[in-house]
Each structure stands twice: as structure tokens, then as C-alpha cells.
């Protein structure tokens, strides 16, 4: 009965060391779960940390970008400004020089038809003064803002002589008349010949031409008290021909004299250096 008793103590002793185990080992199989979890937990953690850390610099790198294209757009927009304020000024600087330039255009226009309109006024009193002698020894033209007297050879001079006969005299003194009540015109005397070589008095043409326009100048200033400082007098010899020198007619027309006549043009010279 004794030994029965101490088989159950020891069953039951062996029970609770097993029971006790079996416990044990559920608490560490718990454990080692529970490790698991939180070594995944942080595994997971440090994964998100992680990248948090790279989106932290991704955005730190973005700000810095921006921060750097504002910077750079303001450099633009303050450069811009400076550029547009430069341009502004340049701007009105070429719109005032272009006022200034259409303001000399209008002088100078003005000037120009004061000129035509003086030109006109000229060739009309110089043509009613020399109305009396025949159109074909004598002309009075208007070309480029001067009046053109042209007087034939025939109306001034004997056939290879500079010396101006009584009738060419008559036409000068007319001529005189109308010079004298505008001392604002310049005189530009030029003697014409034909081709035909001189073998008089002359050494050749030009010899010719330059005495003749000489004749004529000494006429108006010492006869007709035309100032003398207006006059100009040249010669062309054959080299300005206004007819073909292979006829009789066309070498009449070139020996010639041309009284050309200016209105001056201090105003607008001086209107063009300016």
C-alpha cells in the first residue's frame, strides 16, 4: 500500500517536471515568435527610416534647386529690366534722332522748293527780258533748280573770234539787268565749240572756249557793273556737245555759250553739315 502511494508521487512529480517543460518550451517557441516580429518590425522600420532619409534629400536637393532657380531667375528678370531700361533709352534716343532727321527733311524740302520756286521765278524774268531776240540763238531752260541761258555763236561772236558783237552786246545788257536786281544768283559762264580744229587765232578749242567766256565776263562786270565775285567763267572746249558734230546743224548748236544760273545755297549747306 506504501510502495502503491510512492509510485503515484513519483507519477506525479514526473507529470509536473514534464507539465513544467512543456510549458518552458511554449514560452520560448512564444518568444522566439515574438523576436521574429520584431526583428522584422525593425527591419521594416529601418527600411522606412531609410527611406524617409533618401526622400528627406531628395527634397533637401529640390529645395536647393529651386532656391537656385530663383536665384537665377531673378538675375534673368533683374538683367532683363536693366536690358529693357538700356533699350527704353536707346529707344527714345532713336525716336528723337529720327524726329530731328524728319525735321531736317522738312527744312531741307522746304528749302529745296524755295530753291524750284526762285529757279522759276528767275527763268521767267530772264526769258521776258530777252524775248526780242530770235529762239533759235537764244534759249532760256530750267534743269535741276538753275536756269540755262543759252546763246548761240551767232548772236555773240564771228566765226572763230572771242570778241562779242554789237547784237550780243544788246542780249548781255538785258542779261545784266536781270542779274543785278538778284545778287543772290551765281554765274557760271561757259564757252561751246564744234570739233572742227581752229587754225586762227587760237593754239585749239579750248583756247577758244575759254576766251570767249572770258569776253562775256569782262562785258557784264566792267560794262554792266555785274559783281564780280559771282561770276565764274570756263571753257568746254568740244567735249560737251548738246548735237552730233557730224552735221552742220549739230556743230551750230554746239558753239555755244551757256550763262548757267544758281540761286545760292548757304542755308542748305549749312542745313547739311549740321
Same mark, same amino acid.
Given at each position: 500500500?506504501?510502495?502503491?502511494?510512492?509510485?503515484?508521487?513519483?507519477?506525479?512529480?514526473?507529470?509536473?517536471?514534464?507539465?513544467?517543460?512543456?510549458?518552458?518550451?511554449?514560452?520560448?517557441?512564444?518568444?522566439?515568435?515574438?523576436?521574429?516580429?520584431?526583428?522584422?518590425?525593425?527591419?521594416?522600420?529601418?527600411?522606412?527610416?531609410?527611406?524617409?532619409?533618401?526622400?528627406?534629400?531628395?527634397?533637401?536637393?529640390?529645395?536647393?534647386?529651386?532656391?537656385?532657380?530663383?536665384?537665377?531667375?531673378?538675375?534673368?528678370?533683374? !538683367?532683363?529690366?536693366?536690358?529693357?531700361?538700356?533699350?527704353?533709352?536707346?529707344?527714345?534716343?532713336?525716336?528723337?534722332?529720327?524726329?530731328?532727321?524728319?525735321?531736317?527733311?522738312?527744312?531741307?524740302?522746304?528749302?529745296?522748293?524755295?530753291?524750284?520756286?526762285?529757279?522759276?521765278?528767275?527763268?521767267?524774268?530772264?526769258?521776258?527780258?530777252?524775248?526780242?531776240?530770235?529762239?533759235?540763238?537764244?534759249?532760256?531752260?530750267?534743269?535741276?533748280?538753275?536756269?540755262?541761258?543759252?546763246?548761240?555763236?551767232?548772236?555773240?561772236?564771228?566765226?572763230?573770234?572771242?570778241?562779242?558783237?554789237?547784237?550780243?552786246?544788246?542780249?548781255?545788257?538785258?542779261?545784266?539787268?536781270?542779274?543785278?536786281?538778284?545778287?543772290?544768283?551765281?554765274?557760271?559762264?561757259?564757252?561751246?565749240?564744234?570739233?572742227?580744229?581752229?587754225?586762227?587765232?587760237?593754239?585749239?578749242?579750248?583756247?577758244?572756249? !575759254?576766251?570767249?567766256?572770258?569776253?562775256?565776263?569782262?562785258?557784264?562786270?566792267?560794262?554792266?557793273?555785274?559783281?564780280?565775285?559771282?561770276?565764274?567763267?570756263?571753257?568746254?572746249?568740244?567735249?560737251?556737245?548738246?548735237?552730233?558734230?557730224?552735221?552742220?546743224?549739230?556743230?551750230?548748236?554746239?558753239?555755244?555759250?551757256?550763262?548757267?544760273?544758281?540761286?545760292?545755297?548757304?542755308?542748305?549747306?549749312?542745313?547739311?553739315?549740321?
Amino acid at each position: 500500500m506504501q510502495n502503491n502511494r510512492q509510485h503515484v508521487i513519483v507519477f506525479l512529480a514526473v507529470c509536473m517536471v514534464l507539465l513544467a517543460s512543456c510549458v518552458s518550451k511554449k514560452k520560448y517557441l512564444e518568444s522566439q515568435v515574438a523576436l521574429r516580429y520584431l526583428k522584422y518590425d525593425s527591419a521594416q522600420l529601418a527600411n522606412k527610416v531609410s527611406s524617409l532619409n533618401t526622400t528627406v534629400a531628395d527634397l533637401q536637393q529640390q529645395a536647393a534647386d529651386q532656391k537656385k532657380m530663383i536665384a537665377d531667375l531673378q538675375s534673368q528678370n533683374a !538683367l532683363l529690366k536693366s536690358t529693357a531700361s538700356a533699350t527704353q533709352s536707346e529707344l527714345t534716343q532713336r525716336q528723337k534722332e529720327l524726329q530731328e532727321q524728319q525735321q531736317k527733311l522738312s527744312q531741307l524740302q522746304a528749302l529745296l522748293d524755295q530753291q524750284k520756286q526762285k529757279s522759276e521765278e528767275l527763268r521767267k524774268k530772264m526769258a521776258d527780258a530777252l524775248s526780242g531776240f530770235s529762239a533759235s540763238d537764244l534759249t532760256v531752260t530750267q534743269k535741276n533748280g538753275k536756269v540755262y541761258v543759252s546763246l548761240s555763236e551767232n548772236l555773240l561772236f564771228p566765226s572763230g573770234s572771242a570778241v562779242v558783237n554789237q547784237q550780243g552786246k544788246e542780249a548781255l545788257g538785258k542779261l545784266a539787268g536781270v542779274l543785278n536786281a538778284n545778287p543772290d544768283i551765281a554765274i557760271n559762264i561757259e564757252g561751246h565749240t564744234d570739233s572742227i580744229p581752229i587754225r586762227k587765232a587760237y593754239e585749239d578749242n579750248w583756247a577758244l572756249s !575759254l576766251a570767249r567766256s572770258a569776253s562775256i565776263v569782262r562785258i557784264l562786270v566792267k560794262d554792266y557793273t555785274v559783281d564780280p565775285v559771282r561770276v565764274i567763267a570756263s571753257g568746254h572746249s568740244e567735249y560737251d556737245p548738246v548735237e552730233s558734230n557730224s552735221t552742220s546743224e549739230g556743230r551750230a548748236k554746239n558753239r555755244r555759250t551757256e550763262i548757267i544760273l544758281s540761286p545760292k545755297l548757304d542755308e542748305l549747306y549749312k542745313l547739311l553739315e549740321q
